[in-house]
Nanobody
Framework: QVQLVESGGGLVQAGDSLRLSCAAS????????MGWFRQARGKEREFVAA????????NYAVSVKGRFTISRDNAKNTMYLQMNSLNPEDTAVYYC????????????????????WGQGTQVTVSS
């Protein structure tokens, strides 16, 4: 079993950047495909980005493609989400998630596919 802890959220202005981190403990991160999701107040949880177990394949939601970059450092047991050109529509609680027992090149965009979740970190973008 893996434990996930997000960090790096905060309050920023439109156009600013943030980098979120997701630190894993309990198991080596290279065993898991990983993803970022977000949930704005009053809305359902939505897919943001995903990365394959070894980091060779990534996938992005249309709304963040070209602005956000997902990456991972398995040696540090950490995944990242670099968020640039933030806008108020990006305001949400951001969650990282892990899926076990996966092929090395596969990514997953459905939140129901994931086995483990962090507690979330708040990102607020003011206009």
């Amino acid at each position: 079993q893996v434990q996930l802890v997000e960090s790096g959220g905060g309050l920023v202005q439109a156009g600013d950047s943030l980098r979120l981190s997701c630190a894993a403990s309990g198991r080596t991160l290279s065993s898991y495909a990983m993803g970022w999701f977000r949930q704005a107040r009053g809305k359902e949880r939505e897919f943001v980005a995903a990365i394959s177990r070894l980091g060779h394949t990534t996938n992005y939601a249309v709304s963040v493609k070209g602005r956000f970059t997902i990456s991972r450092d398995n040696a540090k047991n950490t995944m990242y989400l670099q968020m640039n050109s933030l806008n108020p529509e990006d305001t949400a609680v951001y969650y990282c998630a892990a899926k076990a027992s996966v092929p090395s090149g596969t990514t997953y965009s459905l939140h129901t596919s994931y086995d483990y979740w962090g507690q979330g970190t708040q990102v607020t973008v003011s206009s």
